[in-house]
T-cell receptor, first 117, second 112 residues
Framework: NAGVMQNPRHLVRRRGQEARLRCSPMKGHSHVYWYRQLPEEGLKFMVYLQKENIIDESGMPKERFSAEFPKEGPSILRIQQVVRGDSAAYFC???????????????FGPGTRLTVL | DAKTTQPNSMESNEEEPVHLPCNHSTISGTDYIHWYRQLPSQGPEYVIHGLTSNVNNRMASLAIAEDRKSSTLILHRATLRDAAVYYCILRDITSGTYKYIFGTGTRLKVLA
C-alpha cells in the first residue's frame, strides 16, 4: 500500500513564477491537509480539503496561494508570483476521515522543498 | 500556538533508553496526546498516542502523568536511526479540531 506521494520533491522557481505542488493521498483516504515548514521551525497548518471541497483554509495566506482537491487526481497547492519568503518545505498529509468522531492519524508525505531564487 | 512545551534538544547514547518529556498544563479532558517524529529531510511520522492510560507499541511507550499535565515518550533502546525531531501534540477530536499544531519539538541526538 503506497504511502502519501508528493511531487516534485524539489522545485526551484524564480521570483514571480508559479509553483504547483502535487499530493496523492493514500488509497482510500479522502481528506488532505497541507502544512508548511520554514527552516528550523515546526510545521504550520495551511489548508484542509476533502474531495472537491475546501473545509478550512485558515492557515493559507490570503493572496497568491490556492489549493484544490478535485474528484479525480491529486490535490494541488498553487503559489502564484512566488517570492523568496515562500521558500520552505511543503508537506501534505492524508487521513481516511476527519477524526471528529473517532481517532485517526494523519499520514505525511515526504514533502516538496521549494526554493525561490 | 502550540499547547505543549518540550526541551529544544536532548542527547542519548546508542542502546540506552531515552525519556522525552512534554508539558501540557492546559490540557483539556478530551485532548489526545500525540507524538510524531521527523527524521532528516522527511515528513513527520506517527509514533504513538494516548488519552489517559500508558500506551505501548512496537516503536515506543507513552507514560502519561496521573493529572495529564505532562507525558513522557520512552524509546527503550535508542538507535542511530532514532535521531530525529520529536513533536508532542495535543488534539481535541470532539471539537472538530482536525489540524495538528506543531511546536518546535525536541531534537534527539543519538551518540554511537
Amino acid at each position: 500500500n503506497a504511502g502519501v506521494m508528493q511531487n516534485p520533491r524539489h522545485l526551484v522557481r524564480r521570483r514571480g513564477q508559479e509553483a504547483r505542488l502535487r499530493c496523492s493521498p493514500m488509497k482510500g483516504h479522502s481528506h488532505v491537509y497541507w502544512y508548511r515548514q520554514l527552516p528550523e521551525e515546526g510545521l504550520k497548518f495551511m489548508v484542509y480539503l476533502q474531495k472537491e471541497n475546501i473545509i478550512d483554509e485558515s492557515g493559507m495566506p490570503k493572496e497568491r496561494f490556492s489549493a484544490e482537491f478535485p474528484k479525480e487526481g491529486p490535490s494541488i497547492l498553487r503559489i502564484q508570483q512566488v517570492v523568496r519568503g515562500d521558500s520552505a518545505a511543503y508537506f501534505c498529509a492524508s487521513s481516511p476521515n476527519s477524526g471528529i468522531s473517532s481517532y485517526n492519524e494523519q499520514f505525511f508525505g515526504p514533502g516538496t522543498r521549494l526554493t525561490v531564487l | 500556538d502550540a499547547k505543549t512545551t518540550q526541551p529544544n534538544s536532548m542527547e542519548s547514547n546508542e542502546e540506552e533508553p531515552v525519556h522525552l518529556p512534554c508539558n501540557h498544563s492546559t490540557i483539556s479532558g478530551t485532548d489526545y496526546i500525540h507524538w510524531y517524529r521527523q527524521l532528516p529531510s522527511q515528513g513527520p511520522e506517527y509514533v504513538i498516542h494516548g488519552l489517559t492510560s500508558n500506551v505501548n507499541n512496537r516503536m515506543a511507550s507513552l507514560a502519561i502523568a496521573e493529572d495529564r499535565k505532562s507525558s513522557t515518550l520512552i524509546l527503550h533502546r535508542a538507535t542511530l536511526r532514532d535521531a530525529a525531531v520529536y513533536y508532542c501534540i495535543l488534539r481535541d477530536i470532539t471539537s472538530g479540531t482536525y489540524k495538528y499544531i506543531f511546536g518546535t519539538g525536541t531534537r534527539l541526538k543519538v551518540l554511537a
